[in-house]
């Protein structure tokens, strides 16, 4: 089994190395044996500055992955491929670039990634979307398209897309997860998790068949309440879960529910921490 570490160059809160940026975002750099990938670009280019101070080679990567179109995870693309860095591989879920917003009232905020399907086409970036599920090299899995099982698990409704025949809820259809075969099982890495986290991991567990030994990303369980929040991790144990790393948009409620916990290892991993599986 190969070796997997990870590195969050993005994330909302800052750790013990100082001369980081934290931002509102998320970045992860996924080293799995002698496979290099970056899931998720934060939202502009203070993940490169920060990789740049970690020692993080951003060039010639594998693929990138972009687990949705907002701009906190997506935006930072530009970035990468103008600085010359990242892949010519680029994954995400189906749809990714419709445009998406926040409703507030009569004010629309735009909540876009900021390149399209041109940009890719002149910097020469091949685009690949994910339709259920998809290896994209020996032990690593994509998934999309997540079935809505968990009732509870509803997406705001604030999100939006803007389609031609007007705004319309925003099912987050282009979301999209990352499973890392270990050994006894899985780790998975997701973005935002608006389809439901439960609802994305009985998904992964029904498609790959093994245990979700760890879990790390943004949850969006920033607001949930203390009832969803341990029914949601007592599901999780249920598949396997382990480990559970939050980030993003996890929110302080779950970072402390996890860190109370003595039944599963539990961190909220910032911009600089790292985790490792040999």
């Given at each position: 089994?190969?070796?997997?570490?990870?590195?969050?160059?993005?994330?909302?809160?800052?750790?013990?190395?100082?001369?980081?940026?934290a931002?509102?975002?998320?970045?992860?750099?996924?080293?799995?044996?002698?496979?290099?990938?970056?899931?998720?670009?934060?939202?502009?280019?203070?993940?490169?500055?920060?990789?740049?101070?970690?020692?993080?080679?951003?060039?010639?990567?594998?693929?990138?992955?972009?687990?949705?179109?907002?701009?906190?995870?997506?935006a930072?693309?530009?970035?990468?491929?103008e600085?010359?860095l990242?892949?010519?591989?680029?994954?995400?879920?189906?749809?990714?670039?419709?445009?998406?917003?926040?409703?507030?009232?009569?004010?629309?905020?735009?909540?876009?990634c900021?390149f399209?399907?041109?940009?890719?086409k002149?910097?020469?970036?091949c685009?690949?979307?994910?339709?259920?599920?998809?290896?994209?090299?020996?032990?690593?899995?994509?998934i999309?398209g997540?079935?809505r099982?968990?009732?509870?698990e509803?997406?705001?409704?604030r999100?939006?897309?803007?389609?031609?025949?007007?705004?319309?809820?925003?099912?987050?259809?282009?979301?999209?997860?990352?499973?890392?075969d270990?050994?006894?099982?899985?780790?998975?890495?997701?973005?935002?998790?608006?389809?439901?986290?439960?609802?994305?991991?009985?998904?992964?567990?029904?498609?790959?068949?093994?245990?979700?030994?760890?879990?790390?990303?943004?949850?969006?369980?920033?607001?949930?309440?203390?009832?969803?929040?341990?029914?949601?991790?007592?599901?999780?144990?249920?598949?396997?879960?382990?480990?559970?790393?939050?980030?993003?948009?996890s929110?302080?409620?779950?970072?402390?529910?996890?860190c109370?916990?003595?039944?599963?290892?539990?961190?909220?991993?910032?911009?600089?921490?790292?985790?490792?599986?040999?």
């Amino acid at each position: 089994m190969d070796m997997l570490s990870l590195t969050a160059l993005m994330d909302n809160k800052p750790t013990e190395h100082k001369a980081l940026i934290a931002e509102h975002g998320l970045s992860l750099h996924v080293q799995y044996g002698d496979c290099r990938l970056l899931f998720d670009c934060g939202s502009g280019a203070n993940p490169l500055r920060n990789a740049h101070r970690l020692g993080v080679d951003l060039k010639d990567l594998d693929a990138v992955i972009l687990s949705h179109s907002h701009y906190d995870h997506a935006a930072g693309f530009r970035d990468l491929t103008e600085s010359g860095l990242g892949s010519r591989d680029l994954y995400t879920g189906p749809n990714f670039f419709e445009a998406k917003y926040a409703k507030n009232g009569v004010r629309f905020t735009n909540l876009a990634c900021g390149f399209d399907r041109d940009f890719l086409k002149t910097h020469q970036i091949c685009h690949h979307e994910i339709q259920g599920l998809q290896k994209i090299y020996p032990g690593v899995w994509l998934i999309s398209g997540f079935p809505r099982i968990h009732s509870f698990e509803t997406i705001p409704e604030r999100f939006v897309r803007r389609t031609d025949s007007g705004f319309v809820a925003d099912d987050f259809g282009d979301e999209v997860c990352m499973a890392l075969d270990v050994e006894d099982g899985l780790v998975v890495l997701v973005g935002c998790s608006h389809p439901g986290i439960l609802n994305m991991m009985t998904q992964v567990s029904a498609l790959l068949k093994k245990p979700i030994r760890a879990v790390f990303g943004g949850t969006h369980l920033v607001e949930a309440d203390a009832q969803r929040i341990d029914a949601t991790v007592c599901r999780l144990q249920e598949m396997g879960l382990e480990i559970l790393g939050l980030s993003h948009c996890s929110g302080d409620a779950a970072d402390c529910a996890i860190c109370a916990r003595t039944d599963i290892q539990g961190c909220h991993l910032g911009t600089g921490d790292c985790i490792f599986f040999d």
